[in-house]
């Protein structure tokens, strides 16, 4: 069966401490995964994928084919951090069909 | 503005009626599709059209049902709406090269089923 799994509904830390939301993955076949972000009153939007391997404002993310994982992490958290992520993971077929996760509230406190 | 939008923002109505959610997109993309968000904020993959074409249709009762005019416009009507209807739907548009998969998602539309 295909399943993003993000165990944690809600994330609540300090600014400066480090940050990592969990997602685990459960797909047969070679996956594709993302992170999207909502942040408060803005559109949900694609804030890195596994693929490009880059550092989108501090945040970092590595597939894990063994663990079947792809952890978001940042070292700093900011309070602008503070929004809802979603793991979404794409699925093969050619038609960009994504099955997101639960999504994880991060909230960054001063 | 260059986006996905989506009318109308808020939508309140009661069991039995029924009521179409549109949405446009100007950023030229070739596919669209809708997805319901619940009250636990779970999002899931309802429809996906590829110029004018249904290539993802999800377990989803068909009183639902989609309808694109064209390539930049992907409506979505409910019949019979029903309690369990209530949450929020977005419309998402990507571009079909693989390269340029990103879903860009519009605001969302709150229904409420009364």
């Known amino acids: 069966a295909q399943r993003v799994t993000q165990p944690e509904k809600l994330l609540s830390v300090f600014k400066g401490a480090p940050v990592e939301l969990k997602c685990n993955y459960s797909?047969?076949?070679?996956?594709?995964l993302f992170w999207y972000v909502q942040y408060s009153r803005q559109r949900l939007q694609l804030l890195l994928r596994h693929i490009s391997r880059e550092s989108i404002k501090g945040f970092t993310a590595d597939l894990n084919k063994g663990e079947t994982s792809f952890h978001l992490k940042k070292p700093f958290a900011q309070e602008e951090d503070s929004a809802m992520y979603y793991c979404?993971?794409?699925?093969?077929?050619?038609?960009?069909?994504?099955?997101f996760g639960a999504g994880t509230r991060l909230a960054v406190h001063p | 503005d260059t986006a996905v939008s989506q009318t109308p923002k808020y939508l309140v109505t009661q069991m039995g009626n029924d009521k179409s959610i549109k949405c446009e997109q100007n950023l030229g993309h070739d596919t669209m599709y809708w997805y319901k968000q619940d009250s636990k904020k779970f999002l899931k993959i309802m429809f996906s059209y590829n110029n004018k074409e249904l290539i993802i249709n999800e377990t989803v009762p068909n009183r639902f049902s989609p309808k694109s005019p064209d390539k930049a416009h992907l409506n979505l009507h409910i019949n019979s709406l029903e309690l369990g209807d209530s949450a929020v739907y977005f419309c998402?548009?990507?571009?079909?090269?693989?390269?340029?998969?990103?879903?860009?998602f519009g605001p969302g539309t709150r229904l409420t089923v009364t």
């Open positions: 979404a993971l794409r699925v093969s077929g050619g038609y960009n069909k994504l099955i």
């Open positions: 998402a548009s990507s571009a079909p090269d693989r390269a340029l998969d990103e879903q860009y």
């Open positions: 797909y047969s076949g070679s996956p594709e």
